[in-house]
Nanobody, 115 residues
Framework: QVQLVESGGGLVQPGGSLRLSCAAS????????MGWYRQAPGKERELVAA???????NYADSVKGRFTISVTNAWNTVFLQMNSLKPEDTAVYYC?????????WGQGTQVIVSS
């Protein structure tokens, strides 16, 4: 089993920055990828950023150049640095881990971008 706990969400003004963290525990080996998804009210959950065990990264077009995903060497914590935040980035952000074909999710952390 894998447990994921997010932190770092909150209220920020447009143009501001936040750094999300996701601590992974349990059977954190043979990980294929970790990443962040988000879900805004009335919308489907969407991929924000992901990083594979080989080091490849993938970003949603809407966040390219503003968000950066990174992971610790031990693959026990994944970060999402979010800069130049926009109101449309408002959503619940979920940490995701894929291990041996199984998907694991955190409980989510709320990000609100508003003046």
């Amino acid at each position: 089993q894998v447990q994921l706990v997010e932190s770092g969400g909150g209220l920020v003004q447009p143009g501001g920055s936040l750094r999300l963290s996701c601590a992974a525990s349990g059977s954190i080996f043979s990980i294929n990828a970790m990443g962040w998804y988000r879900q805004a009210p009335g919308k489907e959950r969407e991929l924000v950023a992901a990083i594979t065990s080989g080091g490849s990264t993938n970003y949603a077009d809407s966040v390219k150049g503003r968000f950066t995903i990174s992971v610790t060497n031990a693959w026990n914590t994944v970060f999402l640095q979010m800069n130049s935040l926009k109101p449309e980035d408002t959503a619940v952000y979920y940490c995701h881990l894929n291990r041996r074909g199984y998907d694991y999710w955190g409980q989510g952390t709320q990000v609100i971008v508003s003046s």
